[in-house]
Structure formats: C-alpha cells, structure tokens
C-alpha cells in the first residue's frame, strides 16, 4: 500500500487515514454527509466511497442508520475498512469491493450518495498524478450511469443525493430527468461575491415535486482564511445542510 496520512475530521471525531499522493478527501466529502437525511434504521449506501471520508462523517452523526460503501479500488477498500475499526463503526459501516455499473443481486438502499469523478474529458484539464485520475476523471462511468446504478439500487421514493461542480447541473438534472424528482439544489459559494463552484443535488425516485433552488451556502467571509458561521458549524460537526 502506497503512503498513508492520518486526518481528522468533524473536529476530530472521525479518523481518517488517506493515501498521501492519491486524491484525498475533505470538505466536499463533509459538506456531502451534513447534507444527508433518513428515517432511523433505514440503509444508505455511497458509491465510490474512497477511504471512507463521506461514509465516516455520516455514520458518526446518524447513529440511528447502517451503511455500505461501494469502492472499486482495492487499496481504498482496506482503508476504509481500517478507518472502519479505527472508528469502531463496524457494527453499522461496511465496505465492498465493486464496479456501481455490475448487478448488486437483491441489495436495496433508502438513499445513495455520491461525490463522482469531477471532469469526463482528460483534454479539458491538466492531467491530475496518476494516483488520483480514477477519482477525478469519470472514465467509462458518465454520471448517467451513476445516477442510473443509484436508480436500479433505491426503495422505492428512495433518494439519491450527490455533489459536484456547479457548471455541471446541466449534466446532473439532465441524468437525473428520466427516473428522479422532487429535485433540490443547494449552490455553494467561496464567498459572496463570488460565482458557486460546487452545487449539492437531491432528488427523489419517482418524485413530482417542482425544482427547488434552496438559498445558498458561503464557505468564506471577506477575510483571506475564516469560514462563515454556517460553514465552519457544518464542517465541525455542528450543524447540518438543510436540503428541503
């Protein structure tokens, strides 16, 4: 196994050991747990779930639900599974080892999340070390089909919450069209002068409900490193993001 770290997050309650040169979670992978809601007892599933960042935080504040996190890179798989451990969620948290796109037999989820690959064009960017473009470049899996793998896997009326790049809700509501609904948007701003660059997304399977732009969430205030209340709360542990 490559070089490891070892992080904290929410304020140091959850433990994260991460590859020191692959891609590395943070904000975007807290920023998606705080955004989770579910009924206790009900299954969550996060595809692509890496060391375990996103899965971690949203075990250690939902202590009413279990988890599973799909991953398929091994190396991230035994890191998950120790960060598992080292948290002593093993009870509720557990990990597989799999393609989203492959059949997951009678496997029923109330709601999938995910924070996908961020570019699908390896010429549109400069090419990230070659430890980290499986998580930053989708590769043969568009985000249709990670949003069609959540669709196959949900309850039904189960939801599929994820993050991404602001420039790509075309995309995202575009694949979430054909099975989801009740569509709800929540831009997230560097600071309030400045234009959103990640946007959260929730919808529901089979939903009617018209689209909501929920108001949006400023990370920073006008000094160079402070967050805001809202976004340090949040990142903390603190506080939640309200998606409804």
């Given amino acids: 196994m490559n070089e490891t770290t070892l992080d904290r997050l929410l304020d140091g309650r959850v433990e994260l050991r991460q ?25 969550l599933v996060e595809f692509g779930c890496g060391p375990g960042a996103a899965l971690l935080c949203a075990a250690q504040r939902m202590p009413g639900n279990s988890f599973l996190g799909l ?15 080292a948290n002593r969620l093993g009870d509720r948290v557990r990990v597989r080892q799999g393609d989203i796109a492959a059949p997951m037999g009678e496997l029923k989820a109330a709601q999938v999340f995910f924070n996908p690959p961020y570019f699908d064009d390896p010429k549109a960017l400069r090419l990230p070390k070659a430890e980290k473009q499986r998580a930053w470049l989708a590769g043969d899996v568009p985000l249709s089909q990670w ?3 959540a669709a196959r896997l949900l309850e039904p009326k189960g939801r599929v919450t994820l993050i991404h790049r602001a420039d790509a809700l075309g995309d995202i509501l575009a694949a979430l069209a054909p099975r989801f609904g009740s569509v709800a948007v929540r831009p997230i701003h560097p600071r309030a002068d400045r234009p959103a660059k990640r946007v959260l997304v929730t919808a529901r ?40």
């Fill in 19 to 43: 590859s020191a040169r692959g891609y590395r979670a943070g904000m975007d992978a807290v920023l998606l747990a705080a955004s989770l809601a579910a009924k206790p007892g009900e299954l």
């Fill in 147 to 149: 949003v069609g793998a």
């Fill in 71 to 85: 991953e398929i890179d091994p190396e991230a798989v035994e890191l998950a599974t120790q960060n598992i451990a």
């Fill in 205 to 244: 399977l089979g939903g009617k409900a018209p689209l909501v732009i929920l108001p949006a969430l400023m990370l920073h205030d006008e000094g160079e490193a402070a967050h805001t209340a809202e976004a340090d709360a949040i990142l903390r542990g603190q506080a939640v993001v309200m998606m409804a």
